[in-house]
């Protein structure tokens, strides 16, 4: 099982749909979560931290649920240029201790007219 | 406003060549890090560092030497290279594992 598992897409939708990507983690005592957004053939970039309360920045929401450990970002109203690759990505300990980020292998999303 | 600056952008290396890849970061970060993105993989951690002096290593360190020499400055050494590091690689910084990572533009290199 991979430490971190997402739906690799695509997504297509169009224009102002709403849509919703999930993503699961294996290690349950991962400390902090996050949405990177990665466009083609260039480096990741932060979309927003994963609060356990949930949290909200514009048209995003990202909800964590840590007892099935799951972690979601919903899109609403989408852009053409939300277009791009999503990362989830969990910061897990390391077997020789230490902390890593662990990504996940991304959702494509293709938002068209 | 520099961030993270990775170079060189691109590389093609015949087997058995070495070469460094170097990063610099001018937001003082304690915590550095290098990837290796496949299709299909996601990002692997090579070697990462949490402060100068103190480097150690990820999931994938093979083939890879790394040292931390300063803050600044996180530079990673294929020792020889071979076709299987044919990959993008990317440089990151950040405060620590909990806290947004800055990324490098990434090199992508060829190994033929």
């Known amino acids: 099982r991979k430490e971190v598992e997402q739906d690799p897409g695509p997504f297509n939708v169009p224009e102002g749909a709403t849509v919703a990507f999930n993503c699961t983690y294996s290690?349950?005592?991962?400390?902090?979560f996050f949405w990177y957004r990665q466009d083609c053939r260039k480096e990741p970039k932060l979309l927003m931290s994963?609060?356990?309360s949930g949290n909200e920045d514009g048209r995003f929401t990202a909800q964590l649920n840590r007892a099935s450990q799951y972690i979601s970002l919903l899109i609403r109203d989408s852009k053409l240029s939300d277009s791009a690759t999503y990362l989830c990505?969990?910061?897990?300990?390391?077997?020789?201790?230490?902390?890593?980020?662990?990504f996940g292998t991304g959702t494509q999303l293709k938002v068209e007219l | 406003n520099a961030g993270v600056t990775q170079t060189p952008k691109f590389q093609v290396l015949k087997t058995g060549q070495s070469m460094t890849l170097q990063c610099a970061q001018d937001?003082?970060?304690?915590?550095m890090s290098w990837y290796r993105q496949d299709p299909g993989m996601g990002l692997r951690l090579i070697h990462y560092?949490?402060?100068?002096?103190?480097?150690d290593q990820g999931e994938v360190p093979n083939g890879y030497n790394v040292s931390r020499s300063t803050t600044e400055d996180f530079p990673l050494r294929l020792l020889s290279a071979a076709p299987s590091q044919t990959s993008v690689y990317f440089c990151?910084?950040?405060?620590?594992?909990?806290?947004?990572?800055?990324f490098g533009q990434g090199t992508r290199l060829t190994v033929v």
């Open positions: 990151a910084s950040s405060w620590d594992t909990n806290t947004e990572a800055f």
């Open positions: 290690n349950s005592a991962s400390q902090s």
């Open positions: 994963v609060y356990s």
């Open positions: 990505v969990v910061n897990m300990g390391l077997t020789g201790g230490g902390n890593k980020l662990t």
């Open positions: 937001m003082n970060h304690e915590y």
């Open positions: 560092s949490v402060g100068a002096g103190i480097t």
